[in-house]
């Protein structure tokens, strides 16, 4: 039987590439996105290299959005989850100067960039955990970033730095709690700086090989490694 993965934040970037690369690895992949009708010509595309690619509504921002989708998910999908990539992201620091100083940070900003980068993440794993408990098997992968790393920690960004922090308490919390309950792993990944909308044109990384790391992971063979950082499948200090 075809293994089932979740992919959020799969419009575009990382979160589309990931889906289709999963895809054509056999896997039957549910792009979770804000707007599937807006996006329905892109995902049209992958169901025309005959990828089993099905669209799913969710705003990792708004719980009763993410509990409709759970909801969703296992009506239309018997509830059996295999793989689940928390891929959707922001990076709003820009907006209020906080690139440059962090007093210039408004807390309206971290608080968004926490709810989605980090809660969002959070509350999906910890509804569909027990969907991987209950079959025995999981990947989970924590999109994060190298800027949330605090043994490189740089100054600048500091909203989106603190989420992707936190995010990988998040994997490390979980992982935690899913050692001893089947072959399920959970691991954070920074892809690099890559070209998508988030990186911009400088971004010295293809999306190929942004997702080069996460398919790694999403996709890691039984012992695989347990609440760690990875970038390409190398091992990254917190
Ligand atoms: N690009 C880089 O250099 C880089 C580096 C390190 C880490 N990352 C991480 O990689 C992940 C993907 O980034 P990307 O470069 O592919 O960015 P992107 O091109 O800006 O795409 C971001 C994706 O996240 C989705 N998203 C944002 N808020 C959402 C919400 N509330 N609910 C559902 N989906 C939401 C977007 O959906 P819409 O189309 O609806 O807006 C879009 O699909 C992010 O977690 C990012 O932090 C990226």
Redesign the pocket.
């Known amino acids: 039987m075809k293994k089932i993965a979740i992919v ?10 990931t889906s289709e690369a999963l895809a054509k690895r056999g896997y039957k992949v549910v792009m ?4 599937p009708e ?2 329905q010509s892109e995902i049209n595309k992958l169901k025309m290299k005959d990828l089993d690619v099905t669209a799913l509504k ?5 719980e009763k ?1 993410i509990e409709t989708f759970c909801q969703n998910f296992k009506k239309e999908f018997g509830g059996v989850l295999d793989v689940l990539v ?6 709003i620091d820009n907006e209020d100067g906080g690139d440059s100083s962090v007093y210039k940070t408004k807390s309206s900003t971290i608080q968004k960039t926490f ?3 980090t809660v ?1 993440p959070f509350l999906l794993i910890q509804k569909l955990l027990p969907l991987m408990i209950d079959g025995g098997y999981g990947r989970i992968v924590n ?5 949330g790393q605090l043994s490189d920690m740089n100054q600048g960004y500091a909203a ?1 730095r603190i989420s ?1 922090t936190a995010l990988n308490v998040v994997t490390r919390v979980f992982s935690q709690e899913v050692a001893s309950q089947g072959d399920i792993l959970v691991n954070s990944v ?11 044109k400088g ?1 010295d ?1 293809t ?1 190929e090989q ?1 997702i080069k790391g996460i398919v790694w992971a999403a996709t890691l063979p039984k012992g695989g490694p347990n609440g760690g950082f990875f970038r390409d499948g190398e091992k990254l200090e917190w």
């Open positions: 959020t934040g799969a419009s575009r970037g990382l979160g589309y590439a979770a996105m804000r707007d807006k996006n969710l705003n990792v921002a708004d959005s928390n891929n959707a992201g922001i990076f709810t989605t980068n969002g999109v994060s970033s190298g800027m989106y992707k920074c892809p690099g700086w890559v070209k998508t909308d988030m990186g911009g971004a990384r999306i942004g």
